[in-house]
Structure formats: C-alpha cells, structure tokens
C-alpha cells in the first residue's frame, strides 16, 4: 500500500513540476507578445490559461483525497500541503500572465516608448529567471536556494518601481503616452505581484523543509510608498 | 469506466439465526477484480454476510437465508450449486490465522490435493507459485518442511492467503485479515491485496477505517443489518450521501 501512495505523492510532485513549466511558460510569453506587440501570441496565453486551471483544480482534487483516505502524516502530510499552497500561488501567477496578454491585446495604436519598454522586457527576464529557479528548487526541495531566489524579490520590485518613475517622466513630457504608459504601470505591477508569488512559493518550499510557516520578504516601508 | 457485470450480485438478502434477524434485505453488486470493503459497528451483519458468500453459514444449523446470491450469474444458494466447488472458487481468509498443523508445504499442498491433484512436480509449482503470490516465498523458501505454526502471526496469516490461492480461487474473501497482526505484517499484507486483485475480486471485511481507504476501491458500510451506503471508496471517505456514514467514519459513533 505504501508503494501505491508513495507513487501517487510521485505523480502529485510531477504535475506540480509540470504546472510550474506551463505558468512560467505564459509569463514568457505574455512579457514577449507586450514588448513585441504581438496580439496572436497573447491570445495564445489566454486560451491556455484553461489548461492552467485545470492542473490546479486536478492538483487539488489529489491532495484532498490523499489526505482523506491515506491519512499522511509528517514528511508526507507537508508534501501535500506545499502542492495545495503552492499550486494555488502558481494559477494565481498564470492569471497575472493572463492579465499581461488582455494589456496587449487592448493597445490599438497607443503611442509607445521603447526605453520604458526595454525596461519592462528586462523586468520580465528577471522573473522568468526566478520562476524557473523556484521550480528547481521545488523539485530538489532546497531551502537555502528557495530562501536565495526570495531574496531576489527585491530587485524585481526595485525595477517595477523604476518602471513606474520612467512610465510617469515620459507622461508629463508627452501626453501622447498617457494611454500606453497606463498599460506600462499596470503590466509592471502584475510582475511585481508575479514576484510575490513566488516567494510564496519559496516560503512553502522552507515550510516543506522545516515544518514552520514563515514571512520572507517583510520589506514594507513607509518610505517606498 | 466500463460497466461490466459485477462478480457476485445480492438481491435482497435476509438471514435469520433462529428468530433473530440479523440482514434485512441487503442488496449489493461485487465488482470483478476490485478489492470491496465492508464496515461498520460490531454486530451491524458484515462478518455474517461475508461469510454467506460462500455459505460458510450453512455450518450453523439455526441459519436461515432468504434472497439471492449470484456469482457470474448463478445462484449460490439453488440446489445444483456444488458447494465444494463454490468454495473452491470463492476462497476465505479468517482473522486469526488459522494454519494446519502441518508444514508450510503441506498447508499449501492440501487443497489442490483434495481436488486431485497428485503429481509431486505440479505440487511443487503450486506451492512456490501460491507463496510467491502471498509475497512469503523467500522468507520460507529454504525450510518448507517446518511447521506452519511456528512461524510468525504475520507470516502464518500470509501462508493462509497462499493456501487459499493455491485452488486457483476467484473470489477471495477476507475477514479481518489484519486485526490480529502488527502494523508492519499488517502493511505487508495490504501491499499484497492491492496486488492480488490484478487477478481476483477481493472482499474484506475490517474494523480498521484507515485499512478500507488505503486499500479498497469500493466500500459498503453496514449499520444493524442493513446496508446504508456503499460506492467508490473514494466518494465515500470525501463525501458520503448519507449521515450515518458520514459520522461512523469520521469517529461520531461506533
């Protein structure tokens, strides 16, 4: 029986792997179609999104039943509880994605900056690079890089931020951009929140590893309001 | 999934010891090579329905059944059914282990031989086959002429199952197999049953909660001789249909 159950936590392991290469997946791609304004491969990111949902509502479906008929305990009871917690930040990071694509999407011949646009298309390999790292660390279950990439958090918050100065600089300097920089502040923001996600995951990740829950990343100032 | 004729299908069922009535009117189907488990409060009529089907009640003289029981179709119960051979196809696993005095060879050879069986070498293959399937083979591979009981509970309970597939059944039925045994003879034996039933229908009747969500694929629960809900393990250990279920699984009573 044990070796039944030890495949079923394989397979719950696996599909969260895999969820986690479709979510980084649209994220590549909803940053790609924006700074490259192409519309089909945002549409692209929306119709998948489905399939997206799917693997959490399945993910999910798995673990409760796990917990009701194997009754897990210890190392097997945090394993579950990780997928739960951590499919849940992933679909909430493909939604983010799918809000990008929609940015994209609703520009009809917005006047745009390129410098602004070079800076979100370097925001967003940041955190392609941090999405693919949390998932690694995920699968090896490695703390201390899941602990590393939380870290990192700060930086895409710190370009995010520069995003919005820049967006609002180019604003006052020419009206014209009112309407794409919008799109500029909002997309900049959904990649902000696509970071916080993935430091969830970094804190479910230690959670898996030491049983405690805990914050990473408190870094609330009244100073960077 | 497929629906395919069940294994064995109960219509109606109601036996009587005496004037007490303990199955009123039970109706269930048995699916092929699925393992279904039985619960329930003690004296709710699982181990006396169990054991009618393979009319191991017939040995109680004040038992009386009304009712059917079909195995591929046929009445157990109508007067052409060989019982012998009934038994030989529906085969029984108790709660105590309950090996022969004999050796463990013998133990296995026994049943195959009182069906006819008289060639030492198709012995030996039933033998070694029937204690590889009860996934004992190598622990007693070297000294098959040791007697049977001593052996370890844990162990003894494996040779019973070996014994039982030694006839080739098609049903199994297992009464508690477990209760008597450790927790680690127990995971043993749960790890086997979810690999016998790649080639037998199983029943299993158990007081263990956790052993009928681990192991089976369908689950009847039993509450004083009725049956008050039965269907996919997984449906009923999530979200039963009925409150009785509900609260005997989740410790409310019982």
């Known amino acids: 029986m044990r070796r039944a159950y030890d495949e079923e936590l394989e397979q719950l392991h696996r599909k969260f792997y895999q969820m986690g290469c479709m979510v980084n997946e649209a994220i590549y791609k909803s940053i790609k179609a924006f700074v490259k304004h192409d519309k089909e491969l945002a549409k692209g990111v929306i119709d998948e999104d489905k399939e997206i949902n799917q693997y959490e509502h399945d993910l999910e479906q798995s673990c409760i039943e796990l917990i009701a008929l194997q009754q897990p305990v210890t190392t097997d009871l945090r394993k579950i509880i990780t997928v739960m917690k951590a499919s849940a930040d992933l679909e909430r990071m493909g939604d983010h994605a799918v809000s990008i694509a929609k940015s994209t999407i609703r520009v009809k011949g917005n006047k745009r900056n390129a410098t602004v646009e070079g800076m979100i298309s370097d925001a967003g390999e940041k955190i392609k690079k941090m999405g693919e790292d949390i998932l690694s660390a995920y699968v090896e279950y490695d703390k201390e890089r899941a602990l590393e990439i939380a870290k990192y958090d700060y930086l895409v918050d710190s370009l995010v931020h520069d995003i919005k100065e820049a967006s609002i600089a180019e604003m006052k300097k020419d009206p014209e951009l009112v309407l794409g920089a919008t799109d500029y502040i909002m997309v900049s923001t959904y990649i902000e929140r696509i970071g916080d996600y993935i430091t969830n995951i970094s804190e479910w990740i230690v959670y898996f590893d030491t049983g405690e829950i805990q914050e990473l990343n408190t870094h609330h100032t009244y100073e960077n309001l | ?254």
Request: with cysteine.
């Open chain 2, 1 to 254: 999934m497929a629906t395919q004729s069940p294994k064995m299908n109960i219509k109606d069922l109601k036996l009587w010891y005496g004037d007490f009535q303990a199955l009123h009117g039970l109706d269930l189907e048995i699916p092929e090579k699925q393992i279904t488990a039985f619960i329930g409060p003690s004296g709710c009529g699982k181990s006396t329905f169990i054991k009618s089907l393979n009319r191991m009640n017939d040995l109680i003289e004040t038992c009386r059944i009304e009712g059917t029981i079909e195995l591929d179709g046929k009445n157990i119960y109508s007067n052409k059914m060989d019982v012998n051979k009934l038994r030989k196809r529906v085969g029984m696993v108790f709660q105590q282990p309950n090996p022969f005095p004999k050796s463990i060879y013998d133990n296995i050879a026994y049943g195959p031989r009182t069906h006819g069986i008289k060639d030492k070498k198709t012995l030996d293959e039933i033998v070694e086959r029937s204690l590889k399937q009860a996934a004992i083979w190598d622990e007693v591979k070297d000294h098959l002429d040791r007697n049977a009981l001593s052996i370890s509970g844990g162990q003894q309970q494996r040779i019973c199952i070996a014994r039982a597939l030694a006839v080739e059944p098609e049903v199994l039925l297992m009464d508690e197999p477990t209760s008597a045994l450790d927790p680690i003879s127990t995971a043993k034996i749960e790890e086997l049953v979810s690999d016998l039933k790649n080639e037998y229908t199983i029943v299993m009747v158990t007081h263990n909660m956790q052993q009928a969500s681990r192991v089976s694929d369908k689950t009847a629960f039993f509450l004083n001789g009725h049956i008050i809900e039965t269907g996919d393990t997984r449906k009923i250990f999530t979200n039963p249909d009925q409150e009785e279920t509900e609260n005997y699984i989740s410790g409310r009573f019982g």
